[in-house]
């Protein structure tokens, strides 16, 4: 029994052994497609990786493209004397790896628009409006060769410490003296005052820094201390009678309102005159600074403005990114609370007698080259006059003429020494003049100032508080 037992047990043997092969078959083929199918979502994340590379690389590509044919565009508004090249670069970096060759040097890196040379005297712009002059000490292309020019392409640049300032602290020695989003510029100090190289500058690398936060804030600091030509049409008569049209612009961040068009130098409003005044007949261009190009961009009749609306680069702020620009503080130490406070009179002269009486808004003065040697001059004389205890310069912009402005200085003197301080200081003033062409004074005493104007706008020089 034992035996047949058994050997009934081993004839069942076979089928077990199959049942088991079978039941292991399907375990692997299980494990294989489960392998395919992991190998085949391996390969599609590879693919959709290497597709959105391809679409990033894509994109700094068209990036640079662009930024490369806005800068030509730029430099040919802005043409060199003969036997000079001209050239700007956006700093994107401050270096510190690579050892200066002159202790003390800063080493910066960006993408040159046009041509630079060892040894060239350069202009810093940064800031609201800051300049500060350097030399060019040494230059290395992309591979790391120092050279001693370069063109359109990428390089680190050595940069003297020319006029900045000393360090006041052991920290402020450690950090950078060059701003990241600087403009390095040869363009002549006037010129680059006048004409505002800087927010044309910034706007040909828009396409590449548009999502920096830090980029867009100096990018709108370079806006607040820009003067910006904006299309008009003026009808004929004096001065005071002029009627003035703007033109406007639809826009997709407009709304119901057009944008108002502004160019961002008066070279670019020039190359697009005619086709502006083949359109609708604006071919004059009134200058105006942010501040009033805020309040008409943000009236009744405009969304907003267009700046640059011909390219190379449009840069369009909706009515609400201008009013909110109008409330931070950079605004606020360029122009002051409240443009529309204060109403002046100008003089008596044969052309307007005093009967007429004009609006003039007031604000600060835009800090810069000109407006350094008329603050110099107008201190220097305070200094040399023992009769005069305070004095204020402020800007006036006539508010039927955004493009008439004259300095005023407000002077704190005996009446009797009023009239010979003040033609003696227009007289020291004038020739200083370039972009705003007049200066006027008027007595501290005689005018209505309320109490808040002086918190508005400070006294330049006071021998009170030395």
Same mark, same amino acid.
């Given at each position: 029994?034992?035996?047949?037992?058994? %050997?009934?047990?081993?004839?069942? %043997?076979?089928?077990?052994?199959?049942?088991?092969?079978?039941?292991?078959?399907?375990?692997?083929?299980?494990?294989?497609?489960?392998? !395919?199918?992991?190998?085949?979502? !391996?390969?599609?994340?590879?693919? #959709?990786?290497? #597709?959105?590379?391809?679409?990033?690389?894509?994109?700094?590509?068209?990036?640079?493209? &662009?930024?490369?044919?806005?800068?030509?565009?730029?430099?040919?508004?802005?043409?060199?004397?003969?036997?000079?090249?001209?050239?700007?670069?956006?700093?994107?970096?401050?270096?510190?790896? $690579?050892?200066?060759?002159?202790?003390?040097?800063?080493?910066?890196?960006?993408?040159?628009?046009?041509?630079?040379?060892?040894?060239?005297?350069?202009?810093?712009?940064?800031?609201?409006?800051?300049?500060? &002059?350097?030399?060019?000490?040494?230059?290395?292309?992309?591979?790391?060769?120092?050279?001693?020019?370069?063109?359109?392409?990428?390089?680190?640049?050595?940069?003297?410490?020319?006029?900045?300032?000393?360090? *006041?602290?052991?920290?402020?020695?450690?950090?950078?003296?060059?701003?990241?989003?600087?403009?390095?510029?040869?363009?002549?100090?006037?010129?680059?005052?006048?004409?505002?190289? @800087?927010?044309?500058?910034?706007?040909?690398?828009?396409?590449?820094?548009?999502?920096?936060?830090?980029?867009?804030?100096?990018?709108?600091?370079?806006?607040?201390? $820009?003067?910006?030509?904006?299309?008009?049409?003026?009808?004929?008569?004096?001065?005071?009678?002029?009627?003035?049209?703007?033109? =406007?612009?639809?826009?997709?961040?407009?709304?119901?309102?057009?944008?108002?068009?502004?160019?961002?130098?008066?070279?670019?409003?020039? %190359?697009?005159? =005619?086709?502006?005044?083949?359109? =609708?007949?604006?071919?004059?261009?009134?200058?105006?600074?942010?501040?009033?190009?805020?309040?008409?961009?943000?009236?009744?009749?405009? =969304?907003?403005?267009?700046?640059?609306?011909?390219?190379?680069?449009?840069?369009?702020?909706?009515?609400? *990114?201008?009013?909110?620009?109008?409330? $931070?503080?950079?605004?606020?130490?360029?122009?002051?609370?409240?443009?529309?406070?204060?109403? +002046?009179?100008?003089?008596?002269?044969?052309?307007?007698? #005093?009967? @007429?009486?004009?609006?003039?808004?007031?604000?600060?003065?835009?800090?810069?080259?000109?407006?350094?040697?008329?603050?110099?001059?107008?201190?220097? +004389?305070?200094? $040399?006059?023992?009769?005069?205890?305070?004095?204020?310069?402020?800007?006036?912009?006539?508010?039927?003429?955004?493009?008439?402005?004259?300095?005023?200085?407000?002077?704190?003197?005996? %009446?009797?020494?009023?009239?010979?301080?003040? &033609?003696?200081?227009?007289?020291?003033?004038?020739?200083?003049?370039?972009?705003?062409?007049?200066?006027?004074?008027?007595?501290?005493?005689?005018?209505?100032?309320?109490?808040?104007?002086?918190?508005?706008?400070?006294?330049?020089?006071?021998?009170?508080?030395?």
């Amino acid at each position: 029994m034992a035996l047949f037992g058994k %050997k009934k047990q081993d004839e069942n %043997k076979p089928a077990e052994q199959n049942a088991e092969a079978s039941s292991g078959s399907k375990e692997m083929d299980i494990i294989l497609q489960a392998r !395919r199918e992991e190998e085949e979502e !391996r390969k599609a994340r590879n693919a #959709a990786r290497e #597709a959105e590379q391809e679409k990033y690389k894509s994109k700094i590509a068209s990036d640079m493209e &662009k930024s490369a044919t806005a800068a030509a565009d730029v430099l040919q508004m802005f043409p060199a004397r003969t036997g000079e090249q001209r050239f700007f670069m956006m700093v994107e970096a401050n270096v510190y790896t $690579t050892e200066p060759v002159i202790e003390g040097d800063e080493i910066v890196t960006g993408i040159l628009r046009g041509k630079i040379s060892k040894g060239m005297e350069i202009q810093v712009l940064s800031g609201l409006d800051s300049l500060n &002059k350097v030399t060019v000490n040494a230059i290395w292309n992309d591979d790391r060769v120092m050279i001693d020019e370069a063109s359109d392409e990428r390089v680190e640049i050595e940069l003297s410490k020319g006029d900045f300032k000393d360090a *006041a602290s052991p920290d402020e020695q450690n950090e950078a003296r060059v701003m990241t989003y600087s403009i390095l510029t040869n363009l002549p100090e006037e010129e680059g005052r006048s004409d505002g190289i @800087r927010l044309p500058a910034m706007l040909c690398e828009f396409s590449r820094y548009q999502d920096e936060q830090e980029f867009i804030g100096q990018l709108m600091n370079a806006a607040m201390t $820009t003067e910006f030509a904006v299309p008009a049409k003026i009808a004929g008569g004096s001065s005071s009678q002029r009627k003035v049209t703007f033109a =406007g612009m639809r826009s997709e961040n407009s709304g119901d309102l057009p944008m108002l068009p502004a160019f961002s130098s008066f070279q670019a409003f020039e %190359k697009h005159k =005619g086709v502006l005044a083949k359109t =609708g007949g604006f071919n004059s261009a009134i200058k105006m600074d942010f501040a009033q190009l805020c309040s008409i961009a943000r009236d009744d009749l405009h =969304g907003g403005c267009v700046v640059d609306p011909m390219g190379p680069v449009i840069f369009a702020l909706p009515k609400q *990114a201008l009013t909110t620009a109008t409330k $931070t503080v950079q605004f606020h130490a360029l122009f002051g609370e409240s443009k529309m406070a204060e109403k +002046f009179v100008p003089k008596d002269t044969p052309e307007q007698p #005093a009967q @007429r009486v004009r609006e003039y808004n007031v604000t600060s003065p835009i800090p810069g080259a000109e407006y350094n040697l008329v603050e110099a001059a107008v201190k220097k +004389f305070g200094d $040399t006059h023992a009769d005069i205890a305070k004095m204020c310069i402020v800007m006036i912009v006539a508010a039927d003429d955004p493009n008439e402005k004259a300095y005023v200085v407000i002077i704190d003197c005996p %009446k009797e020494k009023y009239d010979m301080n003040s &033609k003696n200081i227009e007289r020291t003033v004038r020739p200083y003049l370039k972009a705003v062409r007049r200066i006027e004074c008027r007595p501290f005493d005689k005018e209505k100032f309320t109490p808040e104007f002086f918190m508005r706008y400070p006294w330049t020089y006071n021998k009170l508080s030395m």
